[in-house]
């Protein structure tokens, strides 16, 4: 059964994306900036399944079986970027990360 | 009913994210990062992905998101953050975001995405459907997914062993 309809969905997951975006372009601790992005991204596998139900074709769910894969990878990758940056400079906050500025 | 579910389900999401862009503290935010994959995952049950929403629940609120809480927990950063609304990066942030949200509105308003009534894909089989996609149609990118957990998982390792090697090294 569909609920409702695509058209709500659809919105749901621009909301959510908008937010994420949001945060990323506001928020100033790395690792809440890192936290937004994933929200983003699962806003779009949201409209990818929402679009694969109308369709009727497992294709986008297999894809998203995928996305969610290349995710976890990373998610490891970056955090453990994260926790080097931390050893190397002592702070997270990206006013302070400003190296290439200069 | 269904649209009740459907409706619950989206606003414990959005007020979910917007907890965790809004919340000052990052154990909070992961904690409602967490929360806001399972609304998630609520809304991919009611899309009949069951598959998808379980897989979500594990990896990412079960290993990601406690990955992220232990970080958070790793790296102890309290509150230092200046969240003053100020600066080029909030004003671009609010326009962003109203552009995205008037975005939304107009496809809300006026677009009306065509949807024909969705067909039924075999409901029950659902697993067995994905297992002979991934092993038929899908079998190098399956092939390519594991290579490239092995990579990340080998530059985990690295960039978590590096800092040391260098300090040995002086």
């Known amino acids: ?102 | 009913m269904a649209p009740f579910l459907f409706l619950l389900f989206a606003i414990f999401t959005v007020l979910c994210a917007v907890g965790v862009v809004v919340n000052k503290n990052a154990v909070n935010a992961s904690i409602c990062l967490i929360l806001c994959l399972v609304g998630v995952a609520g809304l991919f049950v009611q899309l009949d992905a069951y598959l998808l929403a379980f897989v979500l629940l594990l990896v990412y609120a079960g290993a990601v998101a406690a990955l992220f809480l232990f970080i958070v927990m790793l790296l102890d950063v309290q509150g230092k953050e200046s969240f003053g609304l100020r600066g080029f990066r909030t004003i671009a942030g609010f326009v962003a975001f109203s552009l995205l949200l008037a975005g939304i509105g107009s496809v809300a308003l006026k677009g009306q995405i065509v949807s024909s009534p969705p067909v039924n894909v075999a409901e029950g089989a659902q697993l067995k459907l994905y297992a002979y996609q991934l092993f038929t149609t899908y079998l190098l990118p399956v092939q390519i997914i594991g290579f490239l957990l092995l990579i990340s998982m080998l530059g985990v390792i690295v960039l978590s062993k590096k800092h040391e090697i260098v300090e040995d090294a002086k």
């Open chain 1, 1 to 102: 059964m569909m609920t409702a309809s695509l058209n709500a969905y659809i919105i749901v997951s621009a909301v959510l994306f908008a937010i994420g975006f949001f945060g990323v372009l506001v928020r100033r601790n790395t690792l809440i900036v890192f936290m937004s992005l994933e929200l983003m991204l699962i806003a779009s596998t949201l409209a990818l399944v929402a679009f694969s139900r109308v369709n009727g074709t497992m294709d986008g769910n297999v894809f998203v079986f995928f996305i969610l894969t290349v995710a976890a990878a990373e998610v490891a990758v970056g955090l453990a970027i994260i926790v080097a940056l931390f050893r190397r400079r002592h702070t997270v906050q990206i006013d302070q990360l400003d190296t290439l500025k200069n």
